[in-house]
C-alpha cells in the first residue's frame, strides 16, 4: 500500500472526526456487532480495532493517567496520532532497526517533534530531542520552560508531545 501524503491527511481526519464522534454508546454497540474470532488474522484485527476505539484519547501526562473520551482529546494531537498510525500502516514511516509492524503486537511510540518515525519502546532515543527545540510547545509552537510530557495512548501506539504551561491545562 503507497498513499500519498494528502490522502493519509484526509484518512487521518476521518478516522479522527469518527472517534471523537464516538460515544460510550456507539463503542458498546460496536463491541456487539464486531465479531471477535480465536486467534485468525481477522479476529486479530477485530479485536485491534475494538482496542483502538477503547483505548483512543487516553492521555498519560507525567506522573498521572487520565482516561478521556477522544472526543475530549484536543483535535490537533488526535489527528497527529491517527495519522501517524495510517504512515505506519502504509510503510510511510522511518523506524527503527527493529522494524516494529503495524499489526502488532508490540506498543510503539512516536513523537510530535520526531515526525515520521515510529520506534520500538527500546528504542526511545531515537526520539531524544535537545536544544532549543526540546523547549518548543509542539501544540503553539511558544517556547516553554518548563515543558510537561504528555503521552497519548492511541491503540497501540503512545505519542509523545511536549507542552507549555498554558497548553497543558
Ligand atoms: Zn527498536
Ligand atoms: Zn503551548
Redesign the pocket.
Known sequence: MNISPEAARRAAVAVSDLLAALSPADVAELARLIPTGPATPAGHATAAALDLINTAGQTIPAGRVSYQRPADVPEWLRLAAVETLLLHHAGQVATCLHNPSPDGPKPIQAAAWRPGVVACLACSHLLRVAGPAAYR?D??G?H?DPIQDLTLALGPLLYAVG??G??AR
Open positions: 510547545c501544540a503553539c511558544a516553554a507542552l507549555c498554558r497548553c
